[in-house]
């Protein structure tokens, strides 16, 4: 009872609880014949509803909705407890019968703006497993701390390509590998935004498709490796339908958390490290402390990179062992993930290909990218940093290899990451595409390039890129 009603965003429990509360609102105005047999079920069926749901942990979103039936169940069985008691005029009794009424339908509204996210199927030919890691570089000092002896630790996030499994094996956990870390992050995500944490409380409730620790795929050799930084205080998960969508079609995906910059990063230890990075208010301040920020996510790219390198050799017993196939990576992020993408491919030739969605290059540009380069942007406005399309064409046009640049229509920031699934469907935030197709066109933008360079896919990459945006080309050194 707890699987949530695509389109309406409400589980059958929910769905039963607000059309009980209805019914004690309506049950006032039927005729005299039928209103004892309508009032008594629904206030039965409501009761026991209700009660499951709190037992169950019931969401904000459903409070209008028992608010509402409380006050309209005395208006409802007074009548058949008072058989003589005079029926409140309709004049009067119509006001409290709407206000109640829309009291009730408030909810579904507030789940509608606030869903528990529901992830679209990974559309590939393999099942997807995922696990998470934690390693620590001996070689790096943690600068977010004054304790020398502290050392620079990343978890990482795998999605790789699994054995097809049984339907009711259990599905992983949106946001962390518990509920409590799941809430633990929603709730440093919402402060990092400003907005209370219960919004968000559906949040944590979702599953996702992969399975935890499922068995590596046994067919189809050693999978390229794609490695995911993502937004400044964001988490590791934040693109999760994309991660999963990457691996059902044989990549293996590795989303890192920075500590002290991820909203907040729960250790094998169970420390929970929040993000440390905050804003000066100064301009060329803050342009100072997000270069510096991007070098240590670039760093952490490199290292994670390296600890798989590591892991698919056989340095500890893993499952994927000889399954990575390391001469074949790219490097991914989100905002300022995308930014430390640029800086990570810069620094380490090991990166073959690399994906920038929307994330304005910060620190030096030089030496210029060698690696093919894919930016997706959302459309630029008047409300968008003068600096960011100079700057990224910069980057792009001054590579030695061919870089794209991809503007997708109707876009937002947030389109780029799991926001769409369970944000309001506002366009300034999470743009216009819908909570269907946002997901399915960062994936297949993304695939179409992944394919071309790390399997020799389509010869006419730009071609298939052009069928989701405005594309413009920058062909080996300054060509356009």
């Not at 490199?302 to 990576?329: H, S, W, Y």
């Not at 600096?387 to 229509?409: D, K, Q, S």
Request: aromatic share 8%.
């Amino acid at each position: 009872m707890t699987e949530i009603i695509t389109g309406l965003n409400l589980s059958p429990l929910e769905v039963l609880t607000l059309l009980s509360a209805l019914a004690l609102v309506v049950a006032r105005w039927l005729p005299a014949a039928a209103r004892p047999g309508v009032t008594i079920a629904a206030g039965v069926v409501f009761l026991l509803s209700a009660i499951w749901l709190c037992v169950a942990g019931i969401r904000w979103q459903l409070l209008p909705v028992v608010a509402g039936a409380v006050v309209a169940a005395p208006f409802a069985f007074s009548p058949l407890v008072r058989s003589r008691a005079r029926r409140v005029r309709p004049w009067l009794a119509l006001p409290g019968s709407v206000a109640c009424a829309c009291l009730i339908t408030t909810g579904p509204a507030a789940a509608w703006a606030f869903p528990v996210p529901v992830f679209p199927a990974p559309t590939g030919g393999f099942a997807v497993g995922t696990r998470v890691l934690q390693w620590t570089d001996p070689d790096r000092p943690e600068t977010f701390t004054a304790d020398p002896r502290d050392r620079r630790t990343v978890v990482a996030q795998l999605w790789y390509p699994a054995r097809n499994g049984p339907a009711d094996a259990p599905r992983a956990q949106y946001l962390g590998r518990t509920e409590d870390e799941a809430r633990t992050v929603s709730e440093a995500l919402a402060r990092g935004v400003g907005l209370p944490g219960f919004l968000f409380d559906g949040v944590p409730r979702a599953r996702t498709h992969a399975i935890p620790d499922a068995p590596v795929a046994g067919a189809g050799g050693r999978f390229p490796v794609v490695l995911f930084s993502p937004g400044s205080s964001g988490a590791r998960t934040q693109n999760t339908a994309w991660a999963e969508e990457l691996a059902s079609h044989g990549y293996v995906v590795a989303a890192l958390d920075h500590p002290y910059d991820s909203a907040a990063v729960v250790l094998a230890d169970g420390r929970t490290i929040t993000s440390a990075t905050v804003s000066t208010g100064d301009r060329d301040e803050d342009d100072k402390l997000a270069d510096d920020w991007t070098a240590i996510r670039a760093a952490d790219l490199g290292f994670v990179l390296t600890r798989l390198e590591g892991l698919d050799r056989g340095d500890g017993a893993d499952p994927l062992t000889g399954r990575l196939d390391t001469g074949k990576v790219a490097v991914t992020g989100h905002s300022m993930g995308g930014a430390a993408a640029l800086q990570a491919a810069r620094r380490d030739h090991r990166f073959d290909a690399v994906i920038d969605l929307d994330g304005y290059p910060r620190g030096p540009l030089s030496p210029s990218l060698g690696q093919p380069t894919l930016a997706l942007t959302q459309a630029i406005t008047p409300a968008s940093d003068p600096r960011y399309l100079p700057r990224l064409t910069e980057v792009l046009m001054h590579g030695t290899a061919t870089n794209y640049r991809l503007t997708i229509p109707g876009a937002a920031h947030l389109t780029f990451t799991d926001g769409p699934l369970y944000l309001p469907p506002v366009p300034s935030i999470v743009g216009s595409l819908g909570r269907t197709e946002s997901p399915r066109v960062v994936a297949a933008a993304t695939l179409a390039f992944l394919d071309s360079f790390l399997r020799n896919g389509s010869s006419d990459l730009a071609g298939a890129l052009s069928t989701y945006g405005e594309l413009s080309v920058s062909h080996s050194g300054n060509g356009r």
